[in-house]
């Protein structure tokens, strides 16, 4: 046999086990797609109304309670809706907002923006879970500010988000 015979010979096996490999994996990426549809909500979640409004709040503040309780430095089984749980987080939620100021009184960088818009969506997600274990729809940042007492908070404005800086 010659060399040009051999190589030809091993691009064309080489092109078909490859052509075999990308069409199964385009099918099973298919077959993945269908799945997920259906198995979505009802056998992956749990099932529930309860669990699919919980995943629906994970998908809005882009963001699971797990992490937001992480980030505010809550117990992650504790009742959130418990008086006491709301004024620990609104207090690490105030230090921690604090702490990352994104600019000095010169002007100059001092911490990181994203960590604090990070710190907001945790509290903005942890309301959001308490509003609907509460029965109602989500609370608004001040009507949680109103009812645990601290007014004023930064971040609670109407939006919920603290504006960018000058």
């Keep these: 046999m010659s060399a040009p015979r051999i190589l030809a010979q091993v691009v064309v096996l080489g092109s078909?086990?490859?052509g075999k490999a990308f069409v199964?994996?385009?099918r099973q990426?298919?077959?993945n797609a269908q799945g997920t549809g259906r198995?979505?909500?009802s056998s992956m979640n749990g099932g529930?109304?309860?669990?699919?409004?919980?995943d629906g709040l994970t998908r809005t503040h882009r963001m699971s309670l797990d992490e937001a309780t992480d980030i505010l430095n809550l117990k992650r089984n504790a009742d959130l809706a418990s008086e006491t749980e709301l004024q620990k987080m609104l207090k690490n939620f105030d230090h921690?907002?604090?702490a990352n100021v994104p600019t000095t009184a010169e002007g100059k960088p001092h911490s990181s923006h994203y960590l604090q818009s990070k710190i907001v969506r945790a509290k903005e997600r942890i309301e959001a879970e308490v509003g609907v274990k509460n029965g109602g729809?989500?609370?608004?940042?001040a009507e949680t500010a109103?009812?645990?007492g601290a007014e004023g908070t930064p971040g609670s404005s109407t939006t919920g988000r603290t504006p960018p800086p000058n």
Excluded at 48 to 54: D, R, T, Y
Excluded at 137 to 141: C, I, S
């Design 146 to 148: 109103a009812a645990t």
């Design 48 to 54: 529930g109304k309860g669990s699919s409004a919980l």
């Design 16 to 18: 078909q086990i490859l």
């Design 39 to 41: 198995a979505g909500s």
């Design 137 to 141: 729809g989500e609370p608004t940042p």
């Design 29 to 31: 990426a298919a077959r």
């Design 24 to 26: 199964e994996a385009w």
């Design 96 to 98: 921690l907002f604090k």
